[in-house]
């Protein structure tokens, strides 16, 4: 046995119990994963100025100024960034007003059906099945009017803080009344909170001009939905890919669970470390799926379609190669989270600290899990 060569001891299949308890560790913190402002809704605010700034001295201002604001800041070469997170009174309100926009589609396709059943009924007075639907969509119209009157009145009491001294009066009755007066306090509450906002950074930080822009949490959640669906097609691509190189199944799959097992444990530690979840660390997820198969297929190319040497001995060659190339990636990712962290750059600290997480499980997942299956698949079918 050459020494060192792991590969060629009797139980190297054992060393994939390595890789399979860090996923299972990982499922357990998971569900802990932080959602910042572009998943679960927050307001970015831009500030042109040519102040000084001291991050960590905005940060903590902008909190104590603003209840449950969660700031986050980050410096640019034209001015600052600032992050908080939705009001939470606009955010129940909007919820409110999306209710009320859906009771109003309801309202508007009832009505219709009432005037349908009106006029067939003028024809055919003595249609019995006319009779029944016209009584049970008349029972739709005015379950309705009364669903939009509760979400209304829920709307004004929950933005009563924003909206101060203005009234609202609505005809609970009319279901245009009730959609106009929701979605017209919606706008002056938002409109309202706004300029708080601004007045306050303006008290903290002089500034030349701005911008404001807010992701509401269903905004957000929309985002969240539209970024699982595009990791999952980008694993479904990655499989057909790879199966279309090998042909066979084990090779295949055994690729596709190291990309899945990187992403997983990386988002296990998010969750122990209080990481975020946003578009940036997204980005770096999907920036861990290319280096992931990228390994992976190294590893499996190498054992399965080269000739020199025993497939064992292939194996350990290429696991000190792909070694040496993530090595390089986690010094240069580690580096990136040194500075981001000390510069205070959010976006840039999400993403290299998404990827260093999953660079370092992908050695244990490459070399301990996705190399010794292949390997094991290559040995079998050498031996029949």
Known sequence: MAFGNIYEHKNYRLLAIVPIAMLLISLLFISKIPLDSTLRGGISVQLVTNATINVQQLTSAVDSHIPGAQASVSISPGGVSVTIVTNSSLANAQQNLL????????????????????????????????????????????STLAAMNTQTNDMMNTLAPLLKS??????????????????????????????????????????????YQ????????????????VIIASFILVA???????????????????????????????????????????????????????TDMLS???????????????????????ITMTSAAIITFAILLIVSYLAFIPTYFEISSVVLFGLIADIFTTWFGNTVLVLWYKQRKEAR
């Open 99 to 142: 209710n009320v926009y859906s009771l109003y589609s309801n309202y508007t396709n009832y009505a219709a059906k009432v005037a349908g059943y009106q006029n067939l009924l003028k024809s055919e007075p003595q249609n019995t099945t006319a009779q029944g639907a016209l009584a049970a969509y008349q029972d739709n119209v005015t």
């Open 166 to 211: 203005k009234s609202y009066a609505f005809n609970s009755t009319n279901a245009d009344s009730m959609t106009g007066v929701a979605q017209g306090a919606y706008t002056n509450a938002s409109d309202t909170y706004e300029n708080y906002v601004i007045g306050v950074l303006g008290q903290i930080i002089p500034y030349n001009s701005y911008t």
């Open 240 to 294: 057909i890919a790879v199966f279309f190189i090998f042909r066979t199944p084990i090779p295949s799959l055994s690729v596709v669970f190291g990309a899945g097992n990187d992403i997983i444990v990386a988002l296990g530690a998010m969750g122990l470390f209080g990481i975020p979840l946003g578009v940036a660390s997204i980005g770096g997820l999907l920036m861990l799926i290319g280096y992931s198969i990228d």
């Open 300 to 322: 499996a190319i190498r054992i399965i379609k080269r000739t020199e040497g025993t497939p064992a001995e292939r194996a350990f060659s290429t696991m000190k190669t792909g």
């Open 214 to 229: 807010e992701i509401t949490p269903t905004l957000g959640a929309f985002f969240l939905q539209q970024m699982q669906t």
